[in-house]
């Protein structure tokens, strides 16, 4: 294994926009922090004279991408067991080759998908408001994410401080911006980006309250965000999604089903 440097820039970006959209966040982390610091490092690993695989590690979470389903996955999980990952993550076959090493953890695999144009999907929803949030909206957005089970194992009641100077650094540094869903000035919906780039961002977050589900408030929401997105410029943006309804949701957005993305955890 090799950690590259500034100077493999290009050669990275090269490596990796065959498959754009599921390097969404490995383009986005090394737009916004470089490539070799404190923050984020990549690593090569190189055989049969090709780039056989690509690491990246942001903090203690990962992603692995190789343009070949042949790589050697024996030398990418000698690699990252030293490293003690919190998350692994990558295309779904990818991950399905290393996942036997790593037996305390399960491949938790999803739709991506991809918008480039938001489409309208519904009309007016009564009282309910739409807009950007601010900082100081941050703590009503992660105690909102925190309270619901899907995302209980990104946003931990326990580590609530973190999370809301996390996502109001991101905000700040312009890797994220977020939407909410206000009844009577109380946030019920939320969505936000990640690893925004030049070119894309994730829709990521994508939560409502149980007891204002199914109402279409959600919908909304991420309609607003791909919005404001497409109107500062971005090319396209991707979304995960892992059950019909919700894609049926996305598709009405104008999102388009390309294939299966995992996390390792």
């Not at 109107?231 to 995960?240: H, I, M, Q, V």
């Amino acid at each position: 294994m090799r950690i590259l440097n500034e100077e493999d820039r290009e050669a990275i970006l090269w490596y990796v926009k065959k498959e754009p959209e599921m390097n969404l966040f490995l383009i986005g982390d090394l737009e916004n922090f470089g490539v070799n610091n404190e923050t984020v490092n990549f690593y090569l690993h190189e055989e049969r004279d090709r780039w056989d695989f690509l690491i990246l590690r942001f903090h203690q979470f990962f992603i692995l991408y190789s343009q070949y389903e042949d790589y050697n996955a024996g030398e990418a999980v000698a690699f990252l067991r030293k490293q003690a990952p919190d998350c692994i993550s990558g295309k779904t076959a990818l991950l399905e080759r290393i996942a036997p090493a790593f037996p305390q953890w399960a491949v938790e695999s999803t739709y991506m998908s991809r918008c480039d144009r938001a489409e309208s999907s519904q009309g007016q929803l009564g009282d309910f408001v739409v807009r950007r949030l601010e900082k100081t909206d941050v703590p009503e957005a992660v105690d909102l994410l925190s309270d619901i089970e899907e995302f209980s194992k990104t946003y931990k009641k326990s580590e609530r401080e973190e999370q809301i100077s996390r996502m109001e650094d991101e905000m700040a540094q312009g890797s994220k911006v977020a939407a909410g869903g206000f009844l009577n000035g109380r946030m019920v919906s939320v969505a936000s980006t990640s690893a925004e780039n030049s070119e894309s961002a994730m829709v990521v977050g994508v939560a409502t309250i149980k007891q204002s589900r199914g109402k279409g408030y959600a919908s909304a929401v991420v309609e607003a965000l791909c919005r404001d997105c497409f109107e500062r410029g971005k090319k396209y943006l991707c979304l995960f999604y892992d059950n019909p309804v919700a894609g049926r949701i996305y598709n009405r957005i104008g999102f388009r089903e390309l294939g299966k993305y995992g996390m390792l955890r």
